[in-house]
């Protein structure tokens, strides 16, 4: 089995001016140092086993990650890959803006000088691809509201409203689990984090494949797959792999398990 745990970094100065952050470093608040502590201190009494913390560049991640790696004495390392997308234009402008929440539904929009949602897919995915390939190993990553949007997408179809809206609280923490048959998952209390919060996906039907669903892109090259190669990266967040595997001769969709902190947030 292989899991991954993803957490949003403290709050920071530009969280409580409502203003978007993006690749500009605005650094923790007193209270995001203080989440950043507690979220260390739940990590270690949770007893749940992780390798190692991954984390983004931005201060206001790294200083996160770092106190969670000094309260459970795990490795961390930086991973320029998880640093936030570049908002361009809108960098310090309101997080509400009536303009940027229509430009977060283009994909293709680089915001004037910054980073598409199709180009951050694509160095996020290649990174999680990575992952996936040490089995034996589980991480933590520490990053940022937009790219836990793609990591979110990377496990599950989302529509582009569900895309656009997607987000997490400062110091908030996901787990999303990779397994091949329900059998061989991990038992993993349902209070590990706080409260467990159903993926609002699966009410709907979606967390099984469907009949004719395009098979996984990680199957041999040269199998074709509705119109292309499989193997090749697909870099658009609404139409993220679906993430089957093999079990029992079927394919069934990976679980993906959300477990929440029970931080105050901004």
Not at 50 to 64: G, N, Q, V
Not at 68 to 82: I, K, M
Not at 116 to 141: F, G, H, P, V, W
Not at 203 to 211: L, P
Request: proline share 5%.
């Amino acid at each position: 089995m292989h899991s991954i745990y993803f957490a949003r970094h403290g709050e920071t100065v530009w969280n409580v001016e409502n203003k978007i952050c993006g690749m500009t470093d605005s650094p923790l608040t007193e209270k995001g140092r203080q989440q950043a502590r507690e979220l260390g201190q739940k990590v270690k009494e949770s007893g749940v086993h992780i390798d190692e913390i991954l984390y983004s560049p931005l201060s206001r991640a790294a200083d996160t990650a770092k106190a969670v790696a000094e309260a459970t004495g795990l490795p961390a390392r930086c991973e320029p890959r998880l640093r936030e997308q570049c908002f361009g234009k809108y960098e310090g402008t309101p997080r509400d803006g009536a303009e940027f929440r229509i430009s977060k539904t283009h994909f293709a929009d680089r915001y004037d000088g910054g980073e598409s949602m199709m180009q951050l897919a694509q160095r996020i995915y290649n990174l999680l691809d990575e992952l996936r390939q040490d089995e034996n190993k589980t991480y933590l990553l520490v990053a940022h509201n937009g790219i836990a949007r793609v990591v979110e997408s990377y496990f599950h179809d989302m529509t582009n409203e569900e895309y656009s809206a997607a987000g997490i609280k400062n110091c908030q923490i996901k787990m999303l689990q990779n397994s091949i048959c329900d059998s061989e998952r991990s038992e993993i209390p349902k209070d590990f984090f706080g409260k467990l919060r159903e993926d609002p996906l699966r009410s709907r039907g979606k967390e099984t494949g469907r009949a004719g669903e395009t098979p996984p892109p990680c199957l041999p090259h040269g199998k074709k797959t509705a119109g292309r190669t499989a193997g090749k990266r697909r870099a658009v967040p609404i139409s993220a792999r679906p993430c089957l595997v093999a079990c029992a001769g079927t394919h069934t969709r990976m679980p993906f398990t959300l477990y929440m902190s029970s931080e105050t947030h901004s």
